[in-house]
């Protein structure tokens, strides 16, 4: 609000309908503590020797000796990919998992397609990736119907422009509507069904774009994050996937209880409460949640910018178990 009427930052916080500047101070304080407060654990648990690797480990230890100027820079990287990265990601989770209980046909398909590729005696991984359309089709299909940043992040032209037969001062705020455009029928047939087989590259047949090209903003300011959250996504849902059956949850009498695909109104587009069943697969599905991600992390990507660990405190946490640091999946 001040950001559009300047003026407003000069009224005392005590003043009737000033509310906004009590809240922002409360807030103020709650964006320090989330820069502040972990990453002093962090550095506790590396004095006790109790930290597991993660990208704030590998930096301090390898800007150790410019740590005058490097830590404070470490610090805001870790808390903004916390701040940027937590919530949409969860987001985009959730919304494959309402899409998996909501159309059992589809995970059906997806399934089918791991059993082939992948098989029964181990989760899959990114070198199985390419190998695997169906699951990528849902991946880009939820971000299509449900993106996590429906109206994307508001941007400010820093000079006059044009576009088409538009004038646009310099100033003025411009929301790119990602939303809008993902539900475009001339570029996305049928665009309020959901429909990853959109997404299947097939000989003679012209693919819609990549969702992707827009649910992470536009320009020079589009999230750095992508690539990792498309990667984490991916590889959640595909272990979730080859794990797991989904389904709707059951009410005292046995029946369904259902799901609806209605969203939060808010700026991060969450699905509402939702409840659901997880089965393990099979008896060896059960065996590789015991042991899987133990024996991707150890073999796989040994102290890579920690995604791991987020991937398994993700898992962790869409199950709703309570994650213990250092334990994995
Ligand atoms: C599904 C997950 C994610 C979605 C949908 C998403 C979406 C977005 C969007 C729409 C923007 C605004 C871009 C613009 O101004 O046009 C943004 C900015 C940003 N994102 Fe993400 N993001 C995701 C995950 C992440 C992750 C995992 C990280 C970091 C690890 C991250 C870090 C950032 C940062 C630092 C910015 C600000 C960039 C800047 O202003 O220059 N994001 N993201």
Not at 87 to 107: G, H, K, R
Not at 217 to 245: E, H, K, V
Request: aromatic share 12%; glycine share 6%; proline share 8%.
């Amino acid at each position: 609000m001040v950001d559009y009427f300047p003026l407003l930052k000069y009224i005392p916080s005590w003043f009737p309908g000033a509310t906004f500047k009590q809240k922002a101070k409360v807030w103020a304080q709650e964006v320090l503590d989330l820069n502040e407060l972990p990453w002093k654990d962090v550095k506790s648990f590396i004095a006790s020797g109790t930290a597991i690797p993660c990208i704030a480990t590998d930096g301090l230890e390898k800007f150790s000796s410019q740590l005058d100027e490097m830590e404070e820079i470490l610090k805001n990287v870790c808390g903004i990919s916390y701040a940027a990265g937590g919530d949409t990601t969860s987001a985009l989770l959730l919304n494959m998992v309402v899409a998996l209980v909501c159309y059992p046909e589809i995970q059906k398909k997806a399934q089918a397609e791991l059993d082939v590729v992948v098989g029964p005696e181990r989760l899959p991984d990114f070198n199985d990736r390419k190998r695997l359309p169906y699951v990528e089709c849902i991946l880009k299909e939820t971000q299509r119907m449900w993106p996590s940043l429906p109206l994307g992040v508001d941007h400010y032209s820093v000079s006059d422009d044009f576009y088409e037969e538009y004038f646009i001062p310099k100033g003025t705020t411009i929301v790119g509507n990602v939303w809008a455009i993902l539900h475009d029928k001339t570029i996305y047939n049928d665009p309020m069904i959901f429909k990853p087989e959109r997404f299947l590259e097939q000989s003679g047949k012209r693919c819609p774009p990549d969702p992707t090209l827009y649910s992470f903003g536009f320009g020079r300011r589009i999230c750095p994050g992508r690539y990792l959250a498309l990667d984490n996504s991916w590889m959640m849902i595909a272990c979730i996937l080859a794990a797991f059956t989904i389904e709707k949850a059951l009410d005292i009498n046995g029946n369904e209880i259902e799901v609806t695909t209605q969203h939060s109104n808010d700026a991060l587009s969450f699905p509402m409460p939702f409840r659901c069943r997880f089965t393990p697969r099979s008896p060896q599905a059960l065996n590789l949640l015991e042991t899987g991600f133990t024996v991707l992390w150890v073999k796989r990507w040994p102290n890579k910018f920690g995604i791991p660990n987020i991937r398994c405190q993700s898992v962790f946490f869409l199950l709703g178990l309570p994650y213990k640091p250092g334990v994995t999946f």
